[in-house]
């Protein structure tokens, strides 16, 4: 069984446990979001699960809605102005510290990215997530929180975030490692895609770690520093050198990118938004099945 993840997490910057997060929740620059998603596939309403039960003064974050609907790719980051206006309904602007949570460990590593993106760093994800939250006995309730208003200030960091051209270009240059955090039985193209019309397998050259195996199945929090270096060195994957993270449709991909910052927090990672949603619709683009284990790395 993977090493359980200490409750005072080595960087606060990127995790607060559920301890920090319960002494500081009445502090008045702590701002708290759910960002509860499911997959397609995945039976839940998230929206009203939040409605029903999140943790006190927690405001709803959905990812499909903050995103570009035009784009015709699932939740795909919004223009600034969007981004900016969606979150400044939500209260939730310069000056705050904010934390993100979701019930599965799914998309709470996605919205720590964007607001990354969007220029916002002191944010971090709690680690364990509701689940740990409340199974320690900690309060939720279903009250509609008290919003304010607040500026948000969109300066776009353009380096964090790589298109279809650009990961070609990575693959075939070697200057990226690119890390594929779908199961793998889906990198494998042994299982179907969750979304329907996109083919099975994976880039020829990415190397596949599934999101899962970066946090304690037990408690859902991140393995410590030295087992995730672990993880990446045993994949061949330095986080010293740049990443670019891929997944399904651009949310597990964040996971990896929080792993890596939490084995060096100079990592430069850039999460490739459109994803197997884009990559696994374009039948004239390559396509590879297996392990990827044989195959040319791009490193």
């Known amino acids: 069984m993977p090493e359980t993840a200490p409750d005072a997490p080595a960087d606060p910057k990127l995790l607060v446990s559920t301890d920090w997060l319960a002494d500081h929740l009445d502090a008045p620059d702590i701002r708290v979001v759910d960002a509860t998603w499911y997959l397609p596939t995945m039976p839940g309403d998230a929206r009203a699960e939040y409605e029903a039960e999140h943790i006190p003064g927690a405001v709803y974050f959905d990812i499909d809605e903050i995103a570009d609907l035009d784009s015709g790719l699932p939740h795909t980051m919004p223009s600034p102005e969007k981004f900016s206006a969606r979150v400044r309904r939500l209260g939730l602007g310069d000056g705050n510290r904010i934390i993100v949570y979701d019930r599965w460990g799914l998309a709470a590593a996605r919205v720590w990215f964007m607001f990354r993106f969007f220029g916002h760093h002191d944010v971090a994800v709690l680690d364990g997530g509701l689940k740990k939250w409340i199974a320690e006995g900690r309060p939720v309730d279903d009250h509609p929180p008290l919003i304010q208003e607040r500026h948000f200030s969109a300066r776009m960091d353009q380096t964090l975030l790589r298109d279809l051209v650009q990961v070609q270009r990575g693959l075939s240059s070697g200057r990226e490692q690119v890390v594929d955090a779908r199961p793998a039985p889906r990198f494998a193209g042994a299982e179907p895609e969750p979304r329907p019309g996109l083919r099975a397998g994976h880039m020829p050259g990415a190397v596949n770690m599934p999101f899962s195996t970066f946090t304690d199945p037990e408690t859902g929090?991140?393995?410590?520093?030295?087992?995730?270096?672990?993880?990446?060195?045993?994949?061949?994957?330095?986080?010293?050198?740049?990443?670019?993270?891929?997944?399904?449709?651009?949310?597990?991909?964040?996971?990896?990118?929080?792993?890596?910052?939490?084995?060096?927090?100079?990592?430069?990672?850039?999460?490739?938004?459109?994803?197997?949603?884009?990559?696994?619709?374009?039948?004239?683009?390559?396509?590879?099945?297996?392990?990827?284990?044989?195959?040319?790395?791009?490193?």
Request: aromatic share 6%; with cysteine; proline share 6%.
């Open 221 to 299: 929090c991140f393995l410590p520093p030295e087992r995730l270096a672990d993880l990446f060195r045993d994949q061949g994957v330095d986080p010293a050198r740049p990443i670019a993270a891929t997944c399904g449709s651009g949310v597990s991909a964040c996971i990896v990118a929080l792993a890596a910052q939490r084995v060096n927090r100079r990592a430069q990672v850039a999460v490739y938004d459109g994803s197997w949603a884009e990559w696994g619709s374009r039948e004239e683009l390559p396509l590879a099945t297996g392990s990827g284990k044989d195959e040319g790395t791009g490193r």
